[in-house]
């Protein structure tokens, strides 16, 4: 209350100045006294400063829009139109925690280093698994020598069911290798704890390893430089005692493979698509280096 009356009294003498009252040396006494009078500090929000880094692993889950494949070698050159396929999350089991199997799952890694202040390059690898529905009936365009798969071929459809024309996934997996920008905007700080949205976008390689059985020849299992991707991506940010963080991102991206092995030697045969993907991916990581800006 005190201090209440106290600014009341420097008001009143403000406007008496204003108005052309001169108070003297009384009036620089008081001015002085106005200029040590510290009023509360209001917390302001945290943010990462430049030089922080964080690391951060995570699980996901995906999914793709449907596709054209086109498959050509020795003997054939066809297109199967709007194949559906779906993702392959692993069973709930030690492998999300053991550290020999963290690969198994599909899984989420990134690495970020603030270039400056709330602005992060961020490298990441997106390790999705992307199967094939083998439960449908696919639209056929192009032509095949070999009569036996030929004749698979009824009024321009072949009936995948049977797994005997065509498998076909990338499991181990369906790799995005990425870079990208994200810009990091603090929604709240408390006592040891800060929220923050990022959001951004990256382009990368596509390093699958592409799992794949067609006409019945030796299955093709091998990682391979497929294509490119490009994305964009938000995120959700916890950081707790300014080190753990928790995440979850979505992301929203556009996936071009014109190389992917069909064949496990090193004959021409290949097959090429591209498709639209989206993926929600959720994880903790630990912020190092950290540096806060107030």
């Not at 009294?9 to 052309?20: A, D, E, I, T, Y």
């Not at 459809?157 to 369906?174: P, S």
């Not at 810009?183 to 709240?188: A, D, E, G, M, T």
């Not at 940010?237 to 991206?253: L, T």
């Amino acid at each position: 209350m005190k201090k209440f009356f106290e600014l009341v009294f420097v008001f009143f003498v403000g406007l008496n100045f204003v108005f052309g009252q001169s108070l003297g040396k009384d009036t620089t006494q008081i001015c002085r006294y106005f200029d040590s009078f510290e009023l509360p500090q209001i917390n302001k929000k945290k943010s990462f400063k430049k030089g922080t880094m964080f690391i951060f692993w995570g699980w996901n889950r995906a999914g793709f829009s449907k596709s054209d494949i086109r498959f050509k070698g020795n003997g054939y050159d066809f297109t199967l139109n709007n194949v559906e396929a779906h993702d392959r999350p692993s069973e709930l089991s030690m492998a999300y925690i053991d550290p020999t199997r963290l690969s198994i799952p599909q899984f989420n890694f990134r690495f970020a280093y603030f270039l400056k202040d709330n602005v992060a390059l961020v490298v990441s690898q997106d390790h999705m698994k992307y199967v094939m529905d083998q439960n449908q009936i696919a639209n056929f365009r192009g032509n095949i020598s070999d009569p036996t798969y030929a004749a698979m071929v009824q009024n321009g459809q072949v009936n995948l069911a049977d797994e005997q024309f065509l498998t076909f996934e990338h499991t181990d997996g369906l790799n995005y290798v990425n870079v990208g920008l994200e810009k990091y905007k603090n929604l709240s700080s408390k006592k040891n704890f800060d929220m923050f949205w990022a959001y951004g976008g990256g382009a990368g390689v596509l390093f699958p390893k592409s799992n794949v059985k067609l006409f019945g020849n030796e299955r093709s299992d091998r990682y391979h430089v497929a294509g490119f991707g490009l994305d964009a991506r938000s995120s959700i940010n916890f950081v707790f005692w300014d080190h753990i963080m928790a995440r979850v991102e979505g992301k929203f991206g556009y996936i071009n493979m014109p190389d992917i092995k069909t064949t496990l030697n090193n004959k021409p045969d290949k097959a090429s698509q591209d498709f639209v993907f989206y993926q929600v991916n959720f994880g903790v990581g630990y912020v190092f280096n950290r540096k806060l800006k107030k």
